[in-house]
């Protein structure tokens, strides 16, 4: 591939809803560029991260490759607050090294070989180029057919050319890399996720980052009555999670003996939501600690016999921070198919000894009245429980 046509490697990224944040847009975008630029560290290579207007540039140091510039492509993908992320060429503010570079960049594509259709579409965010968007686009599009025979399709190309003048270059690029969306993570606060080793709640914790939540895990274990094995999975989860926020941390809480005080209350088919709502009280101790502003949970209403409406506002009244139930309208399926796309689907699969199999009566109350879950709390002395389980939390690093 030749630099001097095609000039310099680098990497666009268009935003999505931040653009819409009017007067406040500028503070979503310094959140975003930092959050890039944290994510590419771990690259190891010097990158220049730019704003312009509506689109971020990265520009990469002398002499890197494509080959780099898809890496890091690949990398800032998992950032959200971005919905597109192309590898593309940095070109001279010239007509003739736009052309150069346009069609040196199609002569590497695979569509050439097979005479796919295509199209050229251009945009001028610097109205002082010689060249109007469509003058640009026939100067280009005809040059490309007269080279290589690629019959013209407007409408539905199987190949598009991109080429976007800006301030001081022009970026030239094929395809992209759809982005996460969303907002940028740490725009909307900090929040605690509750996080077993089921497949509901990694969803739930990135659909939160995904609205600018920067989160952290607290996982409960059934220790000293069942092994470390959910602890391990919870780990999995929280580092596969990471690549979306970064500086991510898991708390884990031993939770076993609590959960036989509850089971030795003597209200089995209660058990299940007076164990929810405990651990609903810890979670909002430890978040009191940490300055979170909000739960998380994978609730999805009617999913299974303890998700009722009634049992959910049951859960509600146990504490004051708000619980974000950002899968409450969602069915199996739909979380699932979320669940394989960021890749925590696998690892929640994996087989483990969850705390909540010690608390399974036959048949779990579906309408739990309030005031009989404060009695039995009443009996547990629960928010003085809930303290001292805060206070035998650990913290897993990443």
């Known amino acids: 591939m030749s630099m001097s046509a095609l000039g310099e490697p680098c990497v666009l990224l268009k935003l999505g809803e931040i653009v819409l944040k009017g007067k406040n847009r500028d503070i979503f975008e310094r959140r975003l560029v930092d959050n890039i630029r944290e994510a590419v560290k771990e690259l190891g290579l010097k990158l220049d991260v730019r704003k312009r207007h509506g689109v971020i540039a990265i520009f990469l140091p002398d002499g890197a490759t494509a080959e780099q510039s898809e890496t890091v492509a690949k990398r800032v993908a998992d950032v959200p607050g971005l919905v597109w992320i192309h590898s593309a060429w940095r070109v001279a503010k010239d007509p003739d090294a736009v052309l150069k570079a346009s069609l040196e960049l199609v002569s590497e594509r695979e569509e050439v070989k097979r005479g796919a259709t295509f199209a050229v579409r251009s945009r001028r965010r610097d109205k002082r180029f010689p060249l109007r968007s469509n003058e640009l686009d026939r100067l280009v599009g005809g040059a490309i057919n007269d080279e290589y025979g690629l019959p013209v399709n407007l409408k539905n190309p199987e190949l598009t050319v991109s080429i976007e003048v800006d301030k001081d270059e022009v970026f030239v690029f094929t395809g992209g890399i759809p982005g996460q969306g969303g907002l940028p993570v740490g725009s909307s606060g900090r929040a605690l996720v509750l996080m077993s080793g089921g497949i509901d709640s990694p969803v739930a914790a990135y659909r939160m980052m995904r609205r600018g939540l920067h989160v952290d895990f607290l996982h409960f274990s059934g220790i000293p009555f069942t092994t470390s094995e959910s602890i391990y999975k919870a780990y999995a989860l929280v580092r596969k999670l990471d690549r979306f926020q970064g500086r991510s941390r898991l708390w884990v809480v031993p939770f076993g003996k609590a959960q036989q005080s509850i089971r030795t209350s003597g209200q089995d088919r209660l058990a299940v939501i007076a164990q929810r709502r405990l651990m609903l009280k810890t ?61 925590t689907l696998e690892i929640s699969e994996l087989p483990d000894e969850d705390c909540c199999t010690l608390l399974a009566p036959k048949r779990a109350e579906t309408r739990a009245k309030i005031e009989d879950l404060k009695q039995i709390e009443k009996r547990l002395d629960a928010e003085e429980l809930a303290v001292q389980l805060a206070d035998s939390i650990q913290e897993y690093k990443l």
């Open 283 to 343: 979670a909002e101790e430890v978040a009191h600690r940490i300055r979170a502003a909000a739960l998380i949970t994978g609730d999805a209403l009617g999913q299974v016999s303890s998700q009722t409406l009634t049992n959910i506002t049951a859960q509600d009244h146990a504490v004051e921070l708000p619980i974000l139930r950002p899968l409450v309208g969602w069915d199996k399926t739909e979380i699932m198919a979320e669940a394989r796309r960021i890749g």
